[in-house]
């Protein structure tokens, strides 16, 4: 085999002439399920602990999320939702009862975090909540009066017993999922079954006006489109958003996924190979859509994803802790500038998850915490929340190959941000070579380029305790020659600059 040149050259055009549609800020959503430690001792500890916490959340976890504008976050499941019994939640925590976690693991869950410390968290983090309802185990008179006491404004007998447990002025519930799964762990039901079941529930779900959430749709998985299909015509009226599932796997293979660190170069590749078929997921989807919804008033909201490997050795399977690594940041640009691309109908996604659970943004030990690759690209993207995305040519790519196969070696995205600079997003999928990505950004003389890139020497490089710093992003900056941008886009790297014009 030829060695590879030791730069491919790639041109990217950008016309800053033509905007598309807005980035929603809700794509950069983030997902807390109770599983394993992602809420008890990664972002809770109660009031008590000798961890600085407010009001029982860990004062250095909540400092690191609110860096990242965290716009959403989704509570209280995943499959943990539709076996949860809200008023477990409330009232004192020491007379709340203690259920088993059946889907996580097998252990007590005392229901210290309810309704009131979620929204806490919520509030004190400045986001908004995506609360998930309980279809699968509960009723409709169960979900209804969730919903009451959380978003009532009157005098009703639910709206007193959240003023009498400290909560005087309603809640604002951003979006309500009315169950998840519905095709496996919440029912293993059929479409059909469950559009039934969806407009029965959605009936008795009322709010106050103007205080109705988006109403959020379970949808399908994987390669099955047959939830969209059913659900944009049997389960459309009051539907706001339909929901999708896709974990990243490097193996494709859930019974053995595959390692989060010590992989060879064929594990980097076929990681990202399967996180690139998210974009084919959403292009079948958002066709059934366009056919059956060509007003466009239905949204896809992608509110699980993320990469899925084999758990850590010597963890609690039932916990789902797989290291984070530079891998992992790779995916995570990846899908981003997916997202943009689908715009349009992409109002929403939420990764999983925010703590200690499978692509976390942030692994805790005790009092001590670090952050993970993940985190670092998601605070990089900050600019393109709520930014106006630009069309984004990637013209004349060199391939990345392994075992004859290849993907894009070179993934882009750009947008005008809300302060009415042009950024410009680039992956780089090969862990060997780098690019020399020559920016067209037609409409505007361009002077040069600012940002950061994260990269490092090992494929599955991540910090530890012991070297909390051993990867994160580090300044870049770039001018321009005879009118032109070149960006040197270093191997197996994420690269984020504003455009200086």
């Not at 399977?317 to 992409?346: K, S, W, Y």
């Amino acid at each position: 085999m030829l060695a590879a040149p030791a730069f491919a050259q790639v041109n990217v055009t950008i016309d800053a002439t033509r905007p598309g549609p807005v980035i929603n800020k809700n794509v950069y959503g983030q997902f807390a399920e109770h599983l394993g430690t992602g809420i008890y001792e990664g972002l809770w500890v109660g009031p008590d602990s000798k961890i600085p916490n407010t009001r029982g959340w860990r004062n250095d976890v909540v400092g690191a999320l609110k860096e990242l504008k965290v716009p959403l976050v989704r509570w209280p499941g995943g499959c943990f939702a539709d076996e949860y019994h809200w008023r477990d939640g409330i009232g004192a925590r020491n007379k709340r009862p203690v259920k088993v976690n059946t889907h996580w693991g097998g252990v007590a869950e005392d229901n210290a975090v309810g309704t009131h410390e979620f929204f806490d968290l919520v509030e004190i983090l400045g986001t908004e909540a995506y609360v998930n309802g309980n279809l699968g185990s509960g009723t409709p008179q169960e979900m209804a009066e969730w919903l009451e006491y959380m978003t009532s404004d009157t005098k009703s007998t639910l709206a007193e017993l959240r003023r009498k447990n400290g909560r005087k002025e309603p809640y604002k519930v951003a979006y309500f999922g009315i169950g998840n799964e519905a095709w496996g762990c919440g029912g293993n039901m059929k479409p059909e079954y469950y559009a039934h079941l969806y407009n029965h529930y959605a009936t008795f779900l009322k709010t106050p006006p103007g205080a109705r959430p988006k109403m959020v749709a379970s949808g399908g998985n994987d390669d099955d489109t047959s939830w969209t299909e059913v659900l944009s015509k049997e389960a459309a009226k009051g539907t706001d958003g339909i929901s999708f599932h896709f974990y990243t796997l490097p193996t494709g293979v859930w019974e053995k996924k595959g390692a989060a660190t010590g992989f060879e170069e064929s594990e980097w590749f076929s990681t990202l190979q399967q996180t690139l078929r998210m974009d084919g997921h959403i292009r079948r989807n958002v066709a059934i859509l366009d056919k059956n919804d060509p007003e466009k008033k239905i949204g896809f909201y992608v509110d699980e994803w993320g990469t899925w490997y084999d758990v850590e050795p010597g963890t609690n399977p039932g916990f789902l802790f797989q290291r984070n690594t530079l891998r992992d940041a790779v995916v995570a640009a990846l899908n981003f500038n997916i997202f943009h691309a689908h715009a349009e109908r992409v109002r929403m996604t939420n990764i999983a998850q925010m703590v200690n659970v499978l692509q976390a943004m942030i692994i805790t030990d005790k009092e001590k915490m670090l952050l993970t690759p993940t985190y670092h690209a998601y605070k990089m993207y900050v600019p393109f929340q709520d930014a106006t995305s630009l069309p984004t040519a990637v013209n004349n790519d060199v391939a990345y190959s392994v075992n004859d196969k290849s993907i894009p070696g070179i993934s882009a995205s750009s947008a005008r941000g809300k302060d009415g600079k042009v950024y410009v997003a680039l992956v780089n999928t090969n862990p060997r070579q780098a690019s020399d990505v020559t920016v067209d950004l037609k409409g505007q003389a361009v002077s040069g380029a600012t940002g950061q890139v994260l990269t490092a020497e090992a494929m599955d490089a991540h910090n530890t305790f012991d070297k909390p710093q051993a990867i994160k992003p580090v300044s870049y900056s770039a001018k321009a020659a005879n009118g032109k941008l070149t960006l040197k886009v270093p191997a197996k790297s994420v690269m984020v600059v504003s455009v200086d014009v």
